[in-house]
């Protein structure tokens, strides 16, 4: 009787550390799964602040240009760059050797 408790302590720990041995093995699984989500919120986070970033100076220069849309200077100037116009009498030459 006291070979089969034996048998039956030994059965019983070898079962016990195979159970351990899997719940480990996926606990490991998991905090693989979990680290690579944490690496791609990483890099998901950089780019949306990049994005940010560019939509900060973006702003920023939209906000500098409404300030200045009272001042015939700058009007003057936008009109000249963006929409090709001219003061009368003045004459435009325009480069064709490219």
């Known amino acids: 009787m ?3 408790a034996k048998k039956g302590k030994k ?7 195979l159970v351990i041995a ?3 093995a996926l606990v ?5 799964h979990l680290r690579s ?7 998901q986070l950089t780019a949306l602040q990049s ?15 409404l300030e200045k849309a009272d ?3 700058f009007l003057q100037e936008l009109a000249r760059d963006q929409l090709g116009y001219v003061t009368p009498g003045e004459k435009t030459f325009y ?4």
């Open 95 to 98: 480069d064709v050797s490219n």
């Open 22 to 24: 899997i719940l480990i």
């Open 11 to 17: 059965r019983t720990s070898f079962l016990t550390m």
């Open 37 to 43: 989500q944490i690496d791609d919120a990483r890099s």
């Open 71 to 73: 001042d015939p200077e």
């Open 28 to 32: 490991g699984v998991q905090l693989i």
């Open 2 to 4: 006291a070979e089969q």
């Open 51 to 65: 994005d940010l970033d560019t939509a900060k100076q973006e702003n920023d220069a939209l906000a500098s240009a």
